[in-house]
């Protein structure tokens, strides 16, 4: 009944449409190569819950996984995401050993789980008592799959079937078989398993191998005398349930086949829910990705996986899938770079491919795929066990695994302020993302441009925006700060100092303003505005010609503008959360300082090349722009971008200190005094703001705030406040504050312990 349904779906058929999940292994290491001592690191929080980073069989081997993901990209991409969480989450001196065979072990190097279940400690227990620690230290990579549901029903609509949860579990009982008819294929071509280190067998094998991990000889297998039936599904729950009766198996799990189905803890289930998808459980990490698995590898599979189901399903399926299991023997065992035995043969598998390609006009990535897969076919050293073959000397691996080990641990530590995979988006909202990773925090981007996340722990859900945008401010509280004229109000009716000044909403009335400021030095700033966008400063009084300059790059940002007296003094920003300032920034104007070599603009493109500085808000610190305000201020200061600068001297290039105008970041949350830190939460408070960043002019900081004296004046409250400056600043220690958001939206989760 199924053998010639793909073949009947019309042409424009979605036939990638699938769900993917990846699981992947990997045993923690020292940087000298040895087994790390060290428990699972507590910094990630708690196991008995966590989704997304987990202990396998023993303290040193993580478990990754990805959530359903919807396509391979996607799924690599959350792998991408949960291995660069975990590459910092390690104790210092460690990495991800990069092979499936582990190196050189002995028993008492490996710690079996200290886990909070005693269920799975147990099960932990027996697998050591009948297979051995050591073997459990293999590490691989599960490979989820299931249909499209669109996918799924359109195959139910040309199937003779009326129950919907039998043909899907004819579905994937098909495809389970001609898996393991198939097997070798994928064994010859991802394999990547070669060789033991000295003492892991107790007979070590004769010469090299292709796969070890995927023999039934030397990888995970269970006794000879098991056999489960993939005839039909009452077959094998029949086969499994004996098993466990008779003592062969202690847990259905236990069953240590290549494919598994999935969807339920119990396979009796299946006949009245059906078979969710299938796990794939024979892939050898691949040591040159760091991932353990390239995106053509992915993809590959899929593929291979849907020819499956072009292909005619198996008779006398038990004989034949006896015969596979030796034909996948003998691949698993053979050389690296032997040929294929004669009695496998890849036609009808490449023909299948190909029939795929073409009637479903199938672009030509995959085509190379299918190319590619066919030239390895007949070209072992193309394969991935064929190319690791090159990095073997004395009969070990250890150099060359150590080697990929460093490389990959330092690549993933490169920009650490961003989240890999994710670095298009905002900064703090990467910040954000990789601390809910870390801690075992669902997340899901509902709108990636937007910046819009879903993160929950069990029944307890949260909508967050931009980082700290979330429910705990209620709607009008970000309009009134945005709004500066509103927030200067508010916080003059509550009795704190704010610049006095004056809104206009015409460049006409703004300049008939100008005889009243003339001698005075002034700020021109939009009325509603962010990251420092359109705002001029002039500490000396301005010429009616640079007023009317600054008014045009204020009305550029916004049809009002403010007009206020400059406060003397230094500017700090601080962030409050919940009715406490949790960090403190001096922010310094952008600038150069000269060496008596360089122009002024080749200092700001020397400077730029500080790895911390980027463009978008993307990075810590922001690129320095030599744009219309730049050149106003160094026209002021009797500069051009030509100038040589003298060394030591510096020249600021804005007036407004804005990070995200090329300013520098001081962390002074340490330094400053409490009382300062105690006035900028109460005037949080006095907006309503339950997190947000107060910035405070202060003549001196050597003195206490105290409102009857002019030593400290509020210039602006700004709703969404960055965090990444705060965290990685230009001087100083940084401040943590996305684990404190996050602790605030979640408190029944440990996440600053």
């Not at 990997?26 to 040895?34: D, H, P």
């Not at 202060?698 to 004296?709: G, M």
């Amino acid at each position: 009944m199924l053998n010639q349904l793909l073949q009947e779906l019309p042409h424009q058929t979605n036939i990638l449409e699938a769900t993917f999940g990846l699981e992947r292994e990997g045993l923690r290491i020292t940087e000298s190569g040895q087994i790390a001592t060290t428990d699972h690191p507590v910094c990630l929080g708690s196991r008995s819950f966590h989704p997304y980073i987990q202990t396998d069989f023993s303290e040193e081997q993580l478990e990754l996984i990805t959530p359903i993901s919807y396509s391979t990209s996607q799924a690599r991409r959350r792998l991408g995401a949960i291995w660069d969480v975990t590459q910092a989450s390690l104790a210092k001196k460690e990495v991800i050993w990069p092979l499936s065979m582990p190196p050189y072990l002995q028993d008492q190097d490996i710690q079996v789980a200290k886990l909070e279940n005693q269920e799975e400690v147990a099960y932990r227990k027996h697998l050591v008592k009948t297979y051995g620690k050591k073997l459990q230290s293999i590490s691989g990579l599960h490979y989820n799959f299931g249909l499209g549901q669109n996918l799924l029903q359109s195959l139910f609509d040309l199937s003779q079937s009326d129950n919907l949860v039998a043909f899907k579990n004819q579905v994937y009982m098909k495809l389970a078989r001609q898996f393991l008819n198939y097997q070798w294929f994928v064994t010859y071509l991802f394999g990547a398993s070669p060789l033991a280190e000295k003492d892991f067998y107790p007979t070590r094998p004769q010469g090299l191998a292709r796969a070890l991990r995927a023999s039934r000889a030397y990888g995970y297998s269970n006794a000879k005398s098991l056999h489960i039936s993939f005839s039909s599904l009452e077959a094998y729950i029949n086969d499994i349930q004996a098993s466990i009766d008779q003592g062969q198996l202690s847990l259905e799990k236990e069953f240590y086949s290549a494919v598994r189905l999935r969807g339920s803890s119990s396979s009796q289930d299946y006949l009245k829910k059906g078979i969710s998808y299938l796990e794939f459980r024979n892939f050898d990490i691949d040591p040159f990705d760091p991932l353990g698995i390239s995106q053509e590898t992915l993809d590959s599979f899929h593929l291979f996986l849907l020819a499956l189901l072009w292909l005619d399903d198996l008779e006398d399926c038990d004989q034949r899938l006896k015969a596979a299991k030796e034909l996948n023997e003998a691949v698993a065992l053979a050389g690296p770079r032997d040929p294929l035995p004669a009695q496998a043969d890849p036609q009808p598998i490449l023909e299948a491919m190909q029939g795929l390609l073409d009637h479903f006009h199938l672009d030509a990535y995959y085509q190379d795929l299918v190319d590619q897969m066919a030239l390895a076919l007949k070209a072992p050293e193309r394969t991935i066990c064929g190319r690791i073959f090159s990095h073997i000397a004395d009969a070990s691996l250890a150099a060359f695994g150590l080697k990929q080990a460093l490389a990959y641990h330092q690549e993933a530590r490169q920009a650490p302020y961003a989240l890999k995979g994710y670095e298009s988006m905002e900064l703090s909202t990467q910040m954000l993302m990789f601390d809910a990773i870390q801690k075992g925090i669902h997340l899901e981007i509902l709108d990636e441009q937007d910046q819009f996340l879903k993160l929950w722990h069990k029944d307890h859900v949260e909508l967050v925006k931009n980082g700290n945008m979330t429910s705990k401010d209620n709607y009008v509280v970000p309009l009134a700060m945005a709004n500066k004229t509103v927030t200067k109000k508010l916080l003059d009716q509550a009795g704190f100092p704010t610049p006095q000044g004056q809104e206009f909403a015409s460049k006409e009335q703004a300049l008939r303003y100008y005889p009243l400021i003339a001698e005075k030095p002034i700020v021109v700033k939009p009325k509603s505005t962010n990251f420092g966008l359109g705002i001029s400063i002039f500490q000396k009084p301005a010429s009616q010609t640079d007023y009317e300059k600054a008014l045009d790059i204020a009305f550029a940002e916004d049809s009002a503008v403010l007009v206020e007296a400059f406060i003397t003094g230094t500017e700090y920003r601080f962030f409050t959360l919940n009715g406490t300032c949790q960090a403190v920034l001096l922010r310094l104007p952008a600038n150069v300082v000269g060496d008596g070599k360089h122009t002024i603009k080749e200092l700001v493109a020397l400077k730029n090349q500080d790895p911390l500085r980027g463009s978008d808000h993307r990075s810590p610190l922001e690129k320095i722009q030599v744009g219309p305000i730049e050149k106003l201020m160094l026209a002021q200061e009797g500069y051009q971008e030509e100038t040589v600068l003298a060394k030591g001297v510096r020249v600021q290039l804005r007036r407004n200190s804005n990070i995200s105008t090329g300013g520098d970041s001081i962390d002074l949350t340490d330094q400053m005094d409490q009382s300062y830190k105690d006035l900028a939460a109460q005037m949080a408070d006095t907006i309503g703001a339950w997190v947000c960043g107060v910035d405070l002019i202060i003549a001196d900081i050597t003195e206490k705030a105290d409102l009857n004296q002019p030593n400290v004046h509020c210039i602006e409250v700004n709703f969404n406040p960055s965090m990444y400056m705060h965290t990685y600043p230009y001087q100083g220690p940084g401040q943590a504050l996305t684990p404190k958001i996050l602790q605030e939206l979640f408190p029944e989760v440990a996440i600053l312990a």
